[in-house]
């Protein structure tokens, strides 16, 4: 099993930026991608970032430029540093790892953009 606890969310204003964070425990796949993925309230949770082991990057077209996907594969860590956030980027945000035996998810962190 694979464990991921997030921290970091909270509320800020429109224009403000957080730093994200994820770390993972437990039997970690060699061969892994983790990124982020959030869901706002009605709506599909929704691909933000990923990453792969090697440091591949995938993100979704509307935080390109503002967002930041990163890891420190030492510390079995991925943190997410968002930049210029709005009212779009409210919701919660949940930590994901991709191996060959499964997928896992965090509990979900919310962020809260304040107008």
């Known amino acids: 099993q694979v464990q991921l606890v997030e921290s970091g969310g909270g509320l800020v204003q429109a224009g403000g930026s957080l730093r994200l964070s994820c770390t993972a425990s437990g039997q970690i796949p060699s061969f892994n991608t983790m990124g982020w993925y959030r869901q706002a309230p009605g709506k599909q949770r929704e691909l933000v970032a990923t990453?792969?082991?090697?440091?591949?990057?995938n993100y979704a077209d509307s935080v390109i430029g503002r967002f930041t996907i990163s890891r420190d594969n030492g510390k079995k860590t991925v943190y997410l540093q968002m930049l210029s956030l709005s009212s779009e980027d409210a919701g919660f945000y949940f930590c994901?790892?991709?191996?060959?035996?499964?997928?896992?998810w965090g509990q979900g962190t919310q962020v809260t953009v304040s107008s």
């Open positions: 990453m792969t082991r090697g440091g591949r990057t």
């Open positions: 994901n790892l991709e191996g060959l035996r499964g997928t896992w």
